[in-house]
């Protein structure tokens, strides 16, 4: 639509510069949808462009060019409207060739290609592993599948990236919580760290360690089973829900493996190597340390 009618308003403005009632060849005008639909499909600013050029009023300038638009079958009306605003509304037999184009494009037009064989990553929901997702989670997870599918409708190759911290004082809470509901399943004394993890959840997940090893768990005393047990059940109903929303990633990426690789300390080797700065005469250091 909107090639068509640029076509007709230029066409009508170099036809008017022919019969002497305009100085101008051309404009850079542009086609856009009025703010009011009630006023068409689509607003053209040509004449409040030209107003300048032609030393005469918009809306002067606008009739002009008005009756210089061909009127073809895909018009159903052309008005001015405002200071100057050229409004166009488009007849039906246009707007049913158009859906007879769509039919027939085998699906181009939804899928327009236009970033054919670009790759893009796209990491989003990326919640840590202390509990079960929320509404807010949940929000975030939807708006990144959505805009994953989006990009790949036109053309990009999307890779799903789900990035956790798994290690820090919030995975060292959630180990302490589980613990001690495990203890108190086993019928021992053992109180919640301050700021632990309360959820139903965490009862469960120590319900089912007490079942799978019954009291073989009491000599784990650094908590590293606790934590990599609970990181495994609460990744299992975020994955869960993830399903049931249609939701699916390609890559999965942690905190602790980036620093059991040795990532984490080749970044910050390579910046403090390049953290050399000032002048020739005196030299400042900067450095970066992992604590």
Known sequence: MKTLLIKLVDEAIRRANRQGLLKSETAAFT????????HGEAACNAALVLARLESKPP???AEII??????GPELADVAIAGAGFINFRMAREYW????????????????PGLSAGGRVQVEFLS????GPLTVGHGRNAVLGDTLSRLLETVGYQVTREYYFNNGGRQMKLLSESVRARYLQELGREASLP???????????????????????LLSAGDGEV???EAERAIFADILGTCKRLGISFDVFSNENDLVSKGFVDAVIEASNARAHYGSAAKKSVCRISRT
């Open 127 to 130: 919640a840590n592993p202390t």
């Open 31 to 38: 086609i856009e949808a009025p703010r009011d639909p009630a």
């Open 226 to 228: 606790f934590r990599a």
């Open 66 to 71: 008005v009756e210089q638009i061909e009127r």
């Open 96 to 111: 049913l060739q158009e859906l007879r184009e769509i039919a027939r494009s085998d699906g181009g037009f939804w899928r």
């Open 194 to 216: 301050d700021e632990g993890y309360q959820g139903q959840y965490i009862k469960e997940i120590a319900a089912s360690l007490v079942r799978q090893y019954r009291d073989g």
């Open 59 to 61: 809306r002067a300038i």
